[in-house]
C-alpha cells in the first residue's frame, strides 16, 4: 500500500486527473483459493475522469454472445478482444466454466447476469477474479496489458495487504538486510564480528520472557539424546585412527557433513558443527569444529539462547517471541546486521571455497587447512553481488563449473535465481513469479535448463495465530507445480510451468536432464502428505528441520533433559507402539494419534474407516487407522513441446537423500544411491538403484548400527562421461553403532555396494543433515581466507 500511495502522490503533485475510479478487495474466503494462498488483494485502477463515461458503455448481449461462440472479436465501444487475448481466453474459459455448471450460456444467461449491468471494466476484472479461483494462477502482467488496450491510465497494481501478525512475524524473521552493510576483505568475504550488548535491558527482556513461558507450557521437552544428542567439544584433526580394511589409494580428499550441534543447556538452538575425515596417501585424519556464525558468537557471548527459535512460532506465542526478536533487535540486545541464522544444513565447494548453507542464509566460508583443521572466515556475499538467501542445496555443473543457486524470500519476490561463474561473479539474477511464499528446498538443472518447485507448504503467520499452527501449512487447494527456465534467462518470461492434480511435497532432487522433447527429473517425494506439525511422526528427512523446531518456553522450563528411550522429535515424545521396522511408503498404523511438533514433514493422509477415498484431516485420540505415507524416489517427466507431465513411483522402500555421482549432475544418470530410514528417523541402509534396469543393491549397515548421508567419489578425476564407470568409485558415510557407543567412517565400494575399509572416530557423531567431498586437486586450489 506504502507504494501505491506514493505514486498516487506523485500524480496528484504534478496535477493529474488522475482518479481512482475502480478498487477491488479479493479475500481469501470468498470464494477459497484465490490470487494468494493467505493474503487478501487489492486492485487500484486509475483513469482520467473524462474516461469515465466510457466505461459505463454496455455490451450488447447477441453481439458478445455469437462471437463468444464462433470465435471472433469482441468489439466495444472501449476496445476490441481479439480471440489470441488474454481478456478474450479469460471470458471464454469462464463461460466453459459456467456451462460445466450446466448454464447455458446464450442471450438470455446474459441479459439475466451481473456482467450485463456493469461497466466494461469491471466485468472483465470479475471474470479474471473468477478464473484465478479454479486455476490458481496470477496472470498480473496480462491484465495490465489488457486493461492499458481499454484505454485506461493504470496507477498500480498495489501489493497484498497484510495484517499486524504476518507483519511482525515477517519482520522477525528478515531482520538482517539483503546486502551486508560491513566491507569485505577483497575476495568477496566479510568478516564476522558482531557486537552484541549485555545490560539491564537485557536482563529486564530475559525475566519477562520466562515469565511468560511459565504461563505457555509445552508438552515436556525430549531433549536431543543417545545419537541424536549435541557434542559439546570439537575435535582438533587426529590422526592415527584404528582402520580396519584399506583406503583406496584413488581415495584422496575431505568429506565433509554439516548438521546442527546445540553448545548450551538449555539446548540453544542453531549451532552448527562441521564432521570432516580428511583421506590421504592410505590414512584419515578426522575433525569436528563449530562454523562461527554471528548467531553462534552472539550465543557464545550470552552464554544462552537469546534469538528467535522456529519452535517458537507457534500461536500466539510465536507471535510475542516475535516481538520479543524486534525489540531485542532494536534496543540492541544482539546485532542482526550480519544475519542471525546459521549455516547448518548444507555444504558446498566452488570458486575454490567450502561454504556451509542454510536455506534462509547466506553462506559461510570455511577454510580446510594443510593439516585437516577447518576454520570459518566469513560470509560470502560475492563482492556485494549476492542480495538474496542461498538454498543448501545449489546445483554445480560439472562441464561450465557454473554454480545455479536459488534464494527463497518470505516476501515478494518470494523466489530469486542466479548463476555464478565458476570464477565466483554473480551473472544474472532474475526474480521467479511464485504463487506465494512456499517452501523451496532444491533446485534442479540440466543442459539447457533449470527447474523450480512452488509447492503447497506455505508460510502463513496470520494462519498460526489464529489457529495456534505452525509457521507454516500445508495448503491443499494449492495445487504443486514445477518451473522451468532457460538457465540463462534474464527473466523468467519464458518459464514454462507444469501443474499436478496430486498433493505432493519434496525436499531434495537426485538429477534431472533432457531426452529428445522431454525434461526428466528423480526425486524424492512425499504424495499425498499432511504436514500437520501437531500430530505427526518424525522420519529421515524431517530430521533437517528439527534442529530448529525446539521452542524457547521448552528451553525455558525444562532445565533439565528428560532421560527416556525414545527417539528425538522437537518438543513432543511419541508414546504410541513401534511401527513395522522395514516401512513401504504406504502402511496403517493401528494405534493413537501420532504427536510431535514442528515440521516432521513425512506423514501422510488420515483414513476414515467408513469412507472408500482418503482424506486430509486433522486426527485426534479416537482415530484409529493413521495412513503413513513417507518419502521415496520417483520419476517426473515433462514434455516441453506438448505441456504434459507425468510421475511415476520407482521403490518401495521409504527413502530420502539421494546422490549420484556429481560428473553427471544435469546429464542422464543411470544410478542412485538413497538413505533408507526406519520409523525413528535413522538410517539403516544405503539404497543403490539401477534407473535403466529398476534394480535395486541394498547395504545394510547392521543392527544397532545407524549412518548419514552419502558422497559419491569417483575413481577417475575427470568430467568425461563414460557410461561403463559411472558406478566406478566409493561411497563414504559416517556410522554410529547405539550398541557400543562408537562413531566411524565407512568406505563402500560402490559398484559391488561391500565395505572396503571403516575408520573408529575419537567421538561420537551426532546424527545430522548433508555432506559433500572435496576431491585434493580442490583443496590444493582453494583460496585461503585470511
Known amino acids: 500500500m506504502e507504494r501505491w500511495i506514493t505514486k498516487l502522490c506523485s500524480h496528484f503533485e504534478q496535477g493529474s486527473k ?55 472479436a469482441i468489439t466495444t465501444k472501449s476496445g476490441t478482444f481479439h480471440p489470441n487475448s488474454g481478456a478474450f481466453k479469460l471470458i471464454d474459459r469462464f463461460l466453459k466454466e459456467e456451462q460445466s455448471k450446466g448454464e447455458k450460456i446464450n442471450d438470455k444467461y446474459f441479459h439475466h447476469h451481473w456482467w450485463h449491468r456493469e461497466p466494461l471494466l469491471l466485468q472483465y476484472l470479475n471474470l479474471i477474479y473468477k478464473l484465478i479461483t479454479f486455476t490458481g494462477g496470477n496472470p498480473l502482467e496480462q491484465l495490465l496489458e489488457d486493461i492499458k488496450a481499454l484505454g485506461l491510465d493504470i496507477l498500480d497494481v498495489v501489493d497484498p495487504p497484510v495484517n499486524a501478525s504476518t507483519t ?20 568477496g568475504v566479510v568478516k564476522v564480528d558482531p557486537k552484541p550488548k549485555k545490560g539491564i535491558i537485557s536482563k529486564i527482556i530475559d525475566f519477562s520472557v520466562k515469565l511468560v513461558a511459565k504461563f505457555h507450557p509445552d508438552i515436556p521437552l525430549h531433549y536431543l539424546e543417545g545419537a541424536f544428542a549435541p557434542i559439546r567439544e570439537e575435535t582438533g584433526p587426529t590422526s592415527n585412527l584404528i582402520l580396519k580394511g584399506d583406503i583406496p589409494e584413488s581415495l584422496n580428499g575431505m568429506m565433509v557433513r554439516n548438521g546442527p550441534n546445540p553448545q548450551f543447556d538449555p539446548v540453544a538452538l542453531y549451532s552448527c558443527m562441521l564432521h570432516a575425515i580428511r583421506f590421504k596417501d592410505g590414512k584419515a585424519t578426522y575433525v569436528s569444529r563449530y562454523v562461527q556464525t554471528s548467531r553462534f558468537k552472539q550465543e557464545k557471548f550470552f552464554q544462552e539462547a537469546e534469538f528467535l527459535q522456529y519452535g517458537d512460532l507457534d ?70 553481488g549476492l542480495t538474496h538467501s542461498f538454498i543448501p542445496h545449489p546445483k554445480k555443473d560439472p562441464h561450465t563449473g557454473e554454480l545455479f543457486i536459488a534464494g527463497v524470500s518470505y516476501t515478494p519476490p518470494y523466489a530469486i535465481y542466479s548463476v555464478i561463474t565458476k570464477e565466483g561473479v554473480i551473472n544474472n539474477t532474475v526474480p521467479l513469479k511464485m504463487s506465494g511464499p512456499s517452501y523451496m528446498h532444491d533446485l534442479g538443472i540440466t543442459h539447457n535448463y533449470t527447474i523450480f518447485m512452488d509447492l503447497p507448504y506455505c508460510y502463513d503467520p496470520e494462519h498460526m495465530v489464529n489457529h495456534h499452527d505452525w509457521l507454516y501449512r500445508l495448503v491443499l487447494e494449492k495445487k504443486p507445480r514445477f518451473g522451468i527456465l532457460p538457465r540463462y534467462a534474464t527473466n523468467d518470461d519464458k518459464m514454462k510451468w507444469f501443474e499436478f492434480d496430486d498433493c505432493f511435497f519434496i525436499f531434495h532432487i537426485a538429477n534431472s536432464w533432457e531426452e529428445d522433447d522431454d525434461t526428466i527429473i528423480f526425486i524424492c517425494c512425499l504424495m499425498r502428505p499432511n ?145 533408507e530410514a526406519n520409523e525413528e528417523s535413522k538410517l539403516i541402509s544405503t539404497v543403490k ?46 556410522v554410529h553403532d547405539e550398541k557400543e557407543c562408537k562413531s566411524y567412517a565407512y568406505v563402500i565400494y560402490a559398484k559391488r555396494m561391500e565395505v572396503v575399509a571403516t575408520i573408529e572416530l575419537p567421538n561420537r557423531v551426532p546424527y545430522g543433515f548433508h555432506a559433500t567431498f572435496v576431491t585434493e586437486e580442490e583443496l590444493q586450489a582453494q583460496k585461503l581466507i585470511a
Not at 345 to 364: E, N, R, S
Not at 698 to 724: C, M, Q, R, W
Open 531 to 675: 504436514i500437520d506439525p501437531t500430530k505427526l511422526l518424525s522420519s529421515s528427512t524431517s530430521n533437517e528441520v528439527h534442529s530448529s523446531l525446539t521452542s524457547t518456553r521448552n528451553l525455558l522450563i525444562n532445565a533439565a533433559p528428560k532421560k527416556t528411550k525414545t527417539f528425538f522429535r522437537p518438543a513432543h515424545v511419541y508414546n504410541g507402539p513401534k511401527l513395522r521396522r522395514n516401512l513401504t511408503p504406504r502402511q496403517v498404523y493401528n494405534g493413537p494419534s501420532l504427536m510431535g511438533t514442528g515440521m516432521s514433514s513425512m506423514v501422510g493422509s488420515y483414513i476414515d474407516e467408513n469412507s472408500t477415498t482418503s482424506q486430509n484431516r486433522i486426527a485426534n485420540d479416537e482415530d484409529e487407522n493413521v495412513e503413513i505415507t513417507l518419502p521415496t524416489l520417483y520419476k517426473f517427466t515433462f514434455n516441453m513441446k506438448t505441456g504434459e507431465s507425468s510421475h511415476q513411483q520407482l521403490l518401495e522402500t521409504f527413502c530420502d537423500f539421494p546422490k549420484i555421482n556429481e560428473s553427471y549432475m544435469g546429464r542422464k544418470t543411470r544410478f542412485v544411491y538413497t538413505s
Open 18 to 72: 488522475l482518479r481512482p475510479i475502480y478498487t477491488e478487495t479479493f479475500q481469501d474466503n470468498d470464494p477459497p483459493n484465490t490470487i494468494s494462498n493467505n493474503n487478501n488483494y487489492t486492485l487500484v485502477v486509475m483513469a482520467q475522469q473524462n474516461q469515465q463515461m466510457d466505461l459505463k458503455r454496455k455490451l450488447s448481449t447477441d453481439v458478445l454472445g455469437n462471437d463468444l461462440q464462433n470465435k471472433k
Open 168 to 187: 511482525i512475524v515477517t519482520h522477525a524473521l528478515q531482520l538482517s538486510k539483503d546486502k551486508l552493510c560491513h566491507p569485505d576483505d577483497g575476495s
Open 689 to 734: 538403484t539401477d534407473l535403466q534396469w529398476n534394480t535395486q543393491i541394498k547395504l545394510e549397515l547392521g543392527p544397532n548400527k545407524y549412518g548419514s548421508e552419502v558422497v559419491f567419489v569417483s575413481s577417475h578425476h575427470s568430467n568425461t562421461l563414460d557410461a561403463d564407470h559411472e558406478d566406478d568409485g566409493y561411497l563414504s558415510t559416517f
Open 315 to 384: 500461536g500466539q506465542f510465536g507471535l510475542l517471541m516475535s516481538c520479543v526478536q524486534l525489540l531485542r533487535a532494536k534496543l540492541g540486545v544482539f546485532d542482526v546486521s550480519y544475519g542471525w541464522l546459521n549455516a547448518d544444513t548444507g555444504v558446498i565447494f566452488h570458486d575454490g571455497m567450502l561454504m556451509a548453507l542454510q536455506d534462509f542464509d547466506k553462506p559461510y566460508v570455511v577454510n580446510v587447512k594443510e593439516n585437516g583443521d577447518l576454520e570459518t572466515r566469513g560470509i560470502n556475499d560475492y563482492r556485494k
